[in-house]
């Protein structure tokens, strides 16, 4: 058999793994269309919109979710600009997601392919990319972090790998590019400078010896990447002016750092407590996974001569995967779980295959660079997030990817019989098929996907596929906002059970975040700074739960009833 034709009855062997995986990416991508949230979707799409709808970005918006919530604003912008309308924005946005995803998922297999087996890359970008992050479905704080981490973390591994081969000027630009979007991770989420900074030691002390002068330039063409964001946020600062800042408020410092009222963000106790949080809830989760990561580690060992002890690793490991998903597939962090276990598999798979594989090289740097960095991500999460430990796993998810490429390579190496390629194919192909099966199981919101069958066809939800009562009231409730709108009307407020009413009108957020009126003190200084009392308060009938009293007692003083909508009741300044 010629070249030409064994290489064309290779690919003909894999293609119907291929097919079916390309199924189950656009099931995937389906799943998008399906569930709408009601509010930390809405919340963040609205942090975008109300820099476009005249809040200053950084001055009268005094929240820190703005940061990474911004670079929505641009897609949103256009969005607007096109439609003329915030009717089906948050498709919309989810429409964004997902291209991001596949340039990102492009991105990655490309440098990923250059040093390691092409169907590992590609199956290796797959299961991590189906694995969509606490099954939301659309750009906000913590996925842009994750965008403009893994964009930057990949550069500085090609880059860093590559320079022997005298491609020092690329590398050069690619750690350029690197900073630029690792400043980016940084605005996005703040206290990912402690990330930000053990990739610059990285660049500068690993693998030194190779060439002193390159990885000198190396590092400073990462700062002037970084310097140039920086840059281009001091003249927006000074422009705006310091002093203007929201972080200057003395209101909103006096409530604590968050202008949401949650003190304590950083103190060492909180620290301290999320910490224990992390480690008990996670023993908790991985309790029986454990026991088969365990197992599967012994194969390793007492197997290790045995020409099977890989396919009795892997199917123990694959126990593993398929006992946590069932244990957490009623939470929204199920697959963020599900790709942390894989993480731990890193190691073990690398000393397994470290003595003779040829790509040892790289997959020691691919573990100092992303798997070491994926769980420094973790722990900064843990430590700072307001969700504490479940956070932990958002960080180190990415650690996935380099298991994925370890878990073919310790394949390619085995002795057994079948073919190598497919026995990976199909391993690979039960994991994206677990991910799906929890997207489909569940959703942010609690409601399951498949009860789902009512297409929304108007309002900011269009397009949306939820429940029937949903749908209904969602095709409806705006329509009645617009009628109690009367010329003149220019601000509103929503309690934190009707956030999505602000994007459903060009009026102006008039709230210190959208998470109002949950802290009285901070919304009456707020109104006293700006706009003065909202022209209309929206809040959910059972806001009660969390609005604070002196905040109702306020709507009782100084707002009309103009409609009851659904569960929505909207007031009209008298």
């Known amino acids: 058999m010629s070249k030409p034709d064994a290489i064309k009855t290779s690919k ?32 963040n799409i609205g942090q975008a919109l109300r820099s476009l709808q005249g809040n200053t970005f950084l001055v009268e918006n005094w929240d820190y979710f703005q940061t990474g919530d911004s670079f929505l604003i ?19 946005s989810r429409i964004v997601f997902i291209v ?24 290796a970008v797959v299961i991590y990319s189906t694995a969509v992050s606490f099954l939301l479905f659309y750009m906000w704080y913590d996925n842009w972090e994750l965008f403009f981490r893994l964009i930057g973390l990949f ?15 690329k590398a050069y630009i690619m750690v350029f590019i690197a900073g630029i979007a690792h400043a980016c991770m940084v605005f996005a989420y703040p206290t990912m400078i402690v990330l930000y900074v053990y990739v610059l030691a990285l660049i500068f002390f690993y693998r030194r010896k190779q060439s002193a002068k390159a990885h000198n330039l190396m590092a400073l063409f990462y700062i002037l990447g970084s310097a140039l964001v920086f840059a281009v946020f001091m003249l927006y600062v000074l422009k705006i002016g310091v002093r203007n800042l929201f972080i200057f408020n003395s209101t909103m410092a006096e409530a604590g750092l968050s202008s949401t009222g949650r003190e304590g963000f950083f103190s060492l106790s909180s620290m301290v407590e999320k910490t224990k949080a992390l480690i008990v809830e996670n023993i908790v989760f991985y309790m029986f996974s454990l026991v088969f990561f365990a197992v599967s580690i012994l194969i390793l060992y007492v197997f290790r001569k045995n020409k099977h002890k890989i396919l009795m690793f892997c199917s123990v490991m694959l126990l593993g995967c398929i006992v946590l998903l069932l244990m957490t597939v009623f939470r929204v962090d199920s697959l963020n779980t599900l790709m942390t276990y894989l ?32 769980f420094i991500a973790g722990v900064v999460y843990s430590m700072t997030a307001l969700d504490g430990a479940i956070k932990f796993s958002a960080g180190t998810r990415t650690g996935a990817i380099v298991t994925v490429l370890l878990l073919f390579e310790a394949i390619r190496m085995s002795e057994m019989k079948s073919d190598r390629k497919t026995v990976f194919g199909i391993l690979a192909s039960a994991m994206v098929v677990m991910n799906v099966f929890a997207l489909y199981s569940f959703s942010f919101d609690g409601i399951k996907p498949l009860e789902c069958t009512a297409r929304i066809r108007t309002g900011i939800y269009k397009g949306i596929i939820d429940l ?17 709108i009367k010329d003149g009307d220019k601000t509103i407020a929503c309690g934190p059970f009707a956030m999505e009413f602000y994007l459903m009108t060009d009026l ?15 919304a009456f200084q707020y109104y006293k700074t700006y706009y003065g009392e909202p022209d209309i308060i929206v809040l959910h009938d059972s806001a009660g739960d969390i609005t604070s009293p002196e905040f109702l007692e306020f709507v009782d003083e100084n ?3 103009a409609k009851y909508t659904d569960g929505f009741i909207i007031y009209h300044h008298k």
Request: with cysteine.
């Open 155 to 169: 550069l500085v591994f090609g880059a860093v790998t590559s320079i022997e081969q005298k491609t020092a000027g």
């Open 343 to 374: 993480s731990l598999y890193t190691i073990p798979l690398y000393f397994l295959v470290r003595k003779e594989s040829d790509r040892r090289r790289h997959f020691k740097d691919l573990i100092v660079f992303l798997w070491i960095s994926s």
């Open 12 to 43: 003909n062997k894999y293609l119907p793994i291929l097919i079916i995986n390309a199924v189950l990416v656009l099931a995937v991508i389906f799943r998008a269309f399906l569930c709408i949230s009601v509010m930390d979707e809405v919340f």
């Open 74 to 92: 641009p897609f949103i912008f256009v969005f607007t600009r096109i439609t003329g309308s915030t009717e089906g924005i948050v498709l919309f």
């Open 100 to 123: 991001l995803q596949l340039l990102m998922g492009i991105f990655l297999y490309k440098i990923l392919s250059r040093f390691f087996d092409r169907m590992s890359s590609l199956f």
């Open 468 to 484: 029937p009562d949903n749908a209904k009231r969602y095709e409806t409730v705006e329509k009645d906002l617009a009628e109690v």
């Open 508 to 522: 102006k957020p008039d709230a210190a975040n959208l998470w109002d009126p949950n802290n009285t003190e901070l």
């Open 559 to 561: 707002y009309e009833f």
